[in-house]
């Protein structure tokens, strides 16, 4: 008589039948249990790749290349004693020459080569973008994160202060400092006067970004075990902070060599015959017709630089943005 089928109804099947088939029942779920685990990967990697975070980042090509131009022209200004350029002080008889083999950037109105001051007048400029930079993350980095981690009347009071120097036109404020100094306009005076201008742009983003984070879990948790306030400043919130202050600070040293240029346009730099950016352009201004180069040339090395450092802080933001999902 033959076996009962286990597809019969009301019939259980032995445990011998059920054990027949175990062998291939096995290799079957051995092959489900791996491809269900391939899908899991993928779908991890998909995952990751969307939210960004095991995605490696790139800095890019336009970075490295603005980054590549910004530490030449940085590297000629250090290195610009050393280097075997012409004087940039004596005159000669080579007056508005043009652009040529012997002369890169042509001469000025009374035959100095306008390449080596080009170079000479980076150091001015770059000295005083960095200077001033630095001083404004000091001072406004300060009052950004006591005011943003503090709140209440320190808040106010600090804030307000940034008000009052948002209120003055920048260009006319840095005029202002630099004509209190009188003629001591050297290279303190210049960085202190821009200085002064960029303290309330930065104290308000780092103010923004300690609001930000001093409300997040980790800070929550720090104050919860008992951490002190200052702990929590350093260990905590400052290096969160420090990535978005580090993208416009270079930003801002473009700005801050515009505005170095744009005081020396006026005739309110540091003195001849100390060479600027700013300066030079202004040499040339009554010459755009007849020696076009005397001007066109520091202007088109100074708005390259800008732009390359404007590129460079924008990939950088982009770089260490963090996205949360949460």
């Not at 770059?126 to 001083?135: D, G, N, R, Y």
């Not at 350093?234 to 515009?258: H, K, T, W, Y």
Request: with cysteine; charged share 15%.
């Amino acid at each position: 008589m033959p076996a009962p089928s286990s597809d019969t109804p009301g019939v259980v099947p032995s445990k011998s039948s059920i054990f027949a088939g175990s062998g291939d029942l096995a290799t079957e779920i051995g092959r489900m249990a791996d491809g269900s685990a391939h899908e899991l990967d993928t779908m991890r990697e998909v995952d990751s790749d969307e939210d960004g975070r095991s995605a490696k980042k790139r800095l890019g090509p336009v970075f490295w290349v603005a980054a590549g131009w910004f530490l030449l022209v940085a590297l000629a200004a250090v290195l610009a004693p050393i280097l075997p350029l012409k004087s940039y002080t004596a005159p000669s008889a080579y007056i508005r020459q043009p652009p040529s083999a012997q002369f890169w950037f042509g001469t000025d109105t009374i035959g100095r080569d306008i390449f080596s001051r080009v170079v000479w007048g980076g150091r001015v400029s770059l000295a005083v973008a960095f200077a001033s930079i630095s001083f404004g993350v000091l001072v406004g980095g300060t009052i950004g994160i006591v005011s943003g981690y503090f709140r209440g009347r320190i808040e106010t009071l600090l804030m307000g202060f940034c008000d009052v120097l948002l209120s003055f036109p920048a260009l006319l404020l840095a005029l202002s400092i630099v004509a209190f100094r009188g003629d001591q306009r050297d290279l303190l005076t210049i960085s202190l006067a821009i200085g002064v201008v960029s303290i309330a742009p930065i104290a308000r983003l780092v103010r923004a970004n300690t609001l930000v984070y001093s409300q997040r879990e980790f800070v929550t948790a720090a104050r919860s075990l008992g951490a002190k306030r200052g702990r929590i400043i350093i260990r905590e919130i400052l290096p969160n902070v420090i990535f978005p202050v580090l993208s416009f600070s270079i930003i801002a040293i473009g700005l801050a060599i515009v505005a170095e240029g744009g005081l020396a346009f006026l005739g309110q730099s540091v003195q001849p015959p100390t060479p600027t950016w700013g300066g030079m352009i202004s040499d040339g201004r009554n010459y755009l017709a007849n020696a076009p180069w005397i001007s066109l040339m520091p202007c088109l090395v100074l708005f390259v630089t800008v732009v390359a450092l404007n590129l460079a802080g924008d990939r950088i933001r982009e770089y260490f943005d963090i996205k949360d999902n949460n």
